[in-house]
């Protein structure tokens, strides 16, 4: 793998996983997933925001 592959790997991992919340939201049909994707953007590079957004979006009574 070249670096250029390599690079492209990470990045896309990394937005993987500060996207994760966002995904759990929407796969879980939460109702308000686009709520979560906004806070996520905004605020999901804080560790703590990061898992308070998790929890809101593994929230079982906020689903369609």
Known sequence: ???ET??????AGGL??????TYLAFVRG???WKGV???NVLLGWTIFMWF???VWALDPARKN
């Open 1 to 3: 793998v070249d670096m």
């Open 6 to 11: 390599e690079t492209m790997l990470w990045i």
């Open 16 to 21: 993987f996983v500060y996207l994760f919340p």
């Open 30 to 32: 939460h109702v308000d």
């Open 37 to 39: 994707f906004f806070v």
């Open 52 to 54: 308070v957004i998790i």
